[in-house]
């Protein structure tokens, strides 16, 4: 059974920090392309941060600079460093794991978890 369990939200005032973490099971996580999405109340999900498996990473314009998300493959975690918070980065946070191969598509979620930054 595959899950995704995530970590590490809560409450923070604007310029705070706050790590979130990922921690998979039921996956070879190694050769997964890990993925953050967030949704804020009354918008579409969309994607924040990606770590391929050579641990590439790209970003949303609006968090470069602020997040950086990495992969302990020891671990099997993905993490989401996330500072100079603003109001704006409010919502729920999701881990995404990916895996397209040539006939095959793996696509896993976790529950989320809930950041909301106060200004």
């Known amino acids: 059974q595959v899950q995704l369990v995530e970590s590490g939200g809560g409450l923070v005032q604007a310029g705070g920090s706050l790590r979130l973490s990922c921690t998979t099971s039921g996956i070879i996580f190694s050769i997964y392309t890990m993925r953050w999405y967030r949704q804020a109340p009354g918008k579409q999900r969309e994607l924040v941060a990606a770590v391929t498996r050579g641990r590439s990473t790209n970003y949303a314009d609006s968090v470069k600079g602020r997040f950086t998300a990495s992969r302990d493959n020891a671990k099997n975690t993905v993490y989401l460093q996330m500072n100079s918070l603003k109001a704006e980065d409010t919502g729920v946070y999701y881990c995404?794991?990916?895996?397209?191969?040539?006939?095959?598509?793996?696509?896993?979620w976790g529950q989320g978890t809930q950041v909301t930054v106060s200004s």
């Open positions: 995404n794991a990916l895996n397209v191969q040539i006939g095959r598509k793996d696509d896993y």
